[in-house]
């Protein structure tokens, strides 16, 4: 062998990207305490090199550090599984000690009752009976009659008019949603996008907006038909939401074959990390005509449907006064369009809201507040409030806060 040539023997687990960060709430199964010590009997997951690599690929399309991504990640093919990610480490997923647990699959039935395996053992069927029948014929094939196992042939028979295909796809669907609503509880809402990838995830346009139905006033997540018809190329990333949706829907084609070697790459040293490049704003000297800044403002978002006025106020604020902050009251069951159009435009940075209510709470219960001119209204844009130098930074953050509270604390204010 040539002395330049290295043979590279590496195990990159399918389970890494979960059991590396999942919590013990979240891989504990509820069985006696001795066949998790004993057994290892546990949650695991699996498709961790998809979910991996599909991070990655999120966090650059949504030009944002891997570690800022809070997504939802659905793995949908002929194996199906779902991952949820926060701060681009896995908390959850769905598949479990075996790949068996979790959504509808080809020949895998996903969830089922453990009674119902007793239920069947006492009328004969055997450990091995039961493996073929959860492993093999079930999922897709099961409930389809044995007509298919692939989702392409179920959707042409539902198409027909078969009715079991029609029901296997259906149930297929509403597995994703189910799970879709409890990882947007564990990440308390705040959910950058919905992610597609695999066969079906990445191929089956039909699927991706049944499964995201009706999420407009849950998550703020709207597909736009068009972009979502046309995103089945299977090469590129593609963002099929609509403009203002502050949930996105992304498809992502998977590589686990590339997130693989990368990660032998990187444990053998073969990758060089690039040097981080400091960048130094540039600097550009003030219009003479212009008007010199007249202080700082808080903004206070008034609710409703005015994101153009509000939009047009939030602009001048910017180059009128010499630092700018975004307060916002909670909006509980819409798509709040307008702060995802303020998000986009001013790039906001979402913080913790206990951070968020924390900073208004001080703001409010000081005398960071000039009391004269406390609230001074305008018809369609919420309100400008006067603050003390240095108070906000120039760059605007929204910060949530119930509604009844800002309104009883600027009125003991004013």
């Not at 509820?30 to 949650?43: F, N, Q, S, T």
């Not at 969830?111 to 009328?123: C, H, T």
């Not at 009715?163 to 669907?173: G, H």
């Not at 001013?346 to 005398?367: N, Q, R, Y």
Request: proline fraction near 5%; include cysteine.
């Amino acid at each position: 062998m040539h002395p330049t040539h290295w043979l590279i023997s590496t195990q990159v687990p399918d389970t890494a990207f979960h059991t590396s960060s999942m919590a013990p709430e979240s891989y504990r199964y509820a069985l006696p305490k001795h066949l998790y010590d004993d057994h290892g009997v546990r949650r695991y997951g699996f498709h961790g090199t998809s979910y991996a690599y599909v991070t990655k690929q999120l966090a650059q399309a949504l030009g944002k550090p891997v570690s800022a991504v809070n997504a939802i990640v659905c793995h949908l093919g002929s194996g199906a599984s779902m991952c949820c990610v926060e701060h681009g480490r896995s908390i959850d997923t769905t598949m479990g000690l075996t790949p068996l647990e979790g959504l509808v699959m080809g020949t895998r039935a996903g969830d089922v009752d453990a009674g119902v395996l007793a239920y069947l053992a006492e009328r004969g069927y055997s450990t091995t009976d039961l493996d073929a029948l959860l492993n093999k014929e079930s999922g897709l094939k099961g409930l389809s009659g044995g007509l298919a196992s692939d989702m392409r042939a179920i959707t042409k028979l539902a198409e027909q008019g078969d009715t079991d295909a029609a029901l296997a796809r259906s149930v297929f669907v509403e597995r994703c949603r189910k799970y879709i609503g409890a990882y947007a509880v564990k990440l308390k809402g705040r959910v950058d996008a919905i992610v597609f990838c695999g066969g079906i995830g990445e191929g089956d346009a039909d699927c991706r907006k049944r499964i995201c139905a009706d999420l407009e006033g849950l998550l703020g997540c709207e597909i736009d038909a068009t972009k979502n018809a046309f995103a089945v190329d299977g090469e590129s990333v593609v963002d099929v939401s609509t403009q203002f949706a502050s949930t996105k829907v992304y498809v992502v084609p998977t590589d686990e074959e590339l997130e693989i070697a990368s990660q032998t790459a990187s444990v053998a040293d073969l990758i060089q990390e690039a040097p981080k490049q400091i960048v130094v704003p540039e600097t550009v000297a003030p219009s003479k005509d212009a008007a010199p800044p007249i202080g700082n403002v808080l903004f206070v978002d008034g609710g409703g449907a005015t994101a153009p006025a509000e939009l047009g106020l939030m602009f001048a604020a910017m180059t009128a006064h010499a630092s700018v902050g975004f307060f916002r009251p909670v909006h509980h069951g819409f798509v709040d369009r307008k702060l995802a159009l303020f998000r986009e435009v001013f790039d906001l940075d979402d913080v913790p809201v206990e951070a968020m209510c924390a900073a208004a709470s001080f703001l409010l219960h000081s005398h960071a507040i000039d009391a004269t001119p406390a609230l001074s209204l305008l018809d369609l844009t919420g309100s400008l409030v006067d603050l003390h130098a240095g108070m906000v930074s120039r760059r605007p953050r929204p910060i949530n806060y119930s509604r009844p509270m800002m309104k009883k604390h600027l009125l003991r204010r004013s």
